[in-house]
């Protein structure tokens, strides 16, 4: 119900209700971009990070232009 109510809150235009849940497959190209890179940090993720995790979801909303909502997540993710 809550994700719901979120979608058709933001599709209102009610910024209030901007969600970004692990199940948003939005940022499969991000993850792609990032596991192309083949970083050492990755190593410690697997090899490669999975579309549910947060640093994919953090480069499509910069992507999108969303830097409010971008800078707003990641303090929500530096605080988890």
């Known amino acids: 119900m809550l994700l719901c109510a979120s979608i058709?809150?933001?599709?209102?235009?009610?910024?209030?209700c901007n969600v970004v849940m692990w199940m948003d497959?939005?940022?499969v190209d991000e993850a792609k971009e990032i596991?192309?890179?083949c970083h050492?940090?990755?190593?410690s993720a697997g090899?490669?990070?999975?579309?549910?995790k947060q640093l994919p979801k953090?480069?499509?909303?910069?992507k999108?232009?969303?830097?409010?909502?971008?800078?707003?997540l990641h303090?929500?993710?530096?605080?988890?």
């Open 25 to 27: 497959h939005r940022a």
């Open 64 to 72: 999108v232009s969303l830097t409010r909502t971008c800078l707003l």
């Open 58 to 62: 953090l480069v499509w909303l910069k």
């Open 75 to 80: 303090k929500l993710f530096v605080a988890i």
């Open 8 to 16: 058709t809150s933001l599709l209102a235009g009610d910024e209030r």
């Open 47 to 52: 090899g490669s990070i999975f579309l549910e």
């Open 40 to 43: 050492p940090v990755l190593t």
């Open 35 to 37: 596991n192309s890179t």
